[in-house]
C-alpha cells in the first residue's frame, strides 16, 4: 500500500517558523511531481509550492517566506514556512504524483496525504 504521511503541524505565533515533511512509503517506483496545498475554513484547497523536474513554483501569497525542498532518497517533501502570518492558517495537504508497483502492474496516480494544521497567532 502506497500512502503519504505528514508531520510537523503546530501553532505559532506570527513572525515565527514551522517546517512540514511528507514521506511516500510502499513500493514507489518514481514520483513526478510533489506539492503542499492548503485549506482554510470556508475557503476552497489552494497551492502553496509544488517541485518537479529541479524547478518550484509557489503561490505569489507565500514567495519569499516559504521554501520547498525534497530529498528523492527518503521520498520525502519539506515546506519551511518562515515568518508566518495569521492568515497563513489552514490545514496544510501535500501531494505527490507518484508511479508505484503493485500486483504485477505499474500504476501512476496522485496521491494526497492526511493533512496537519497549522494555526499562526496575531
Known amino acids: 500500500q502506497v500512502q503519504l504521511v505528514e508531520s510537523g503541524g503546530g501553532l505559532v505565533q506570527a513572525g515565527g517558523s514551522l517546517r512540514l515533511s511528507c514521506a511516500a512509503s510502499g513500493n514507489i517506483v518514481s514520483i513526478n511531481a510533489m506539492g503542499w496545498y492548503r485549506q482554510a475554513p470556508e475557503k476552497q484547497r489552494e497551492l502553496v509550492a509544488v517541485i518537479a523536474s529541479g524547478s518550484t513554483n509557489y503561490a505569489d501569497s507565500v514567495k519569499g517566506r516559504f521554501t520547498i525542498s525534497r530529498d528523492n532518497a527518503k521520498n520525502t517533501v519539506y515546506l519551511q514556512m518562515n515568518s508566518l502570518k495569521p492568515e497563513d492558517t489552514a490545514v496544510y495537504y501535500c501531494?505527490?504524483?507518484?508511479?508505484?508497483?503493485?500486483?504485477?502492474?505499474?500504476?501512476?496516480?496522485?496521491?494526497w496525504g492526511q493533512g496537519t494544521q497549522v494555526t499562526v497567532s496575531s
Open positions: 501531494n505527490n504524483r507518484l508511479t508505484y508497483y503493485s500486483g504485477g502492474r505499474y500504476t501512476t496516480t496522485s496521491l
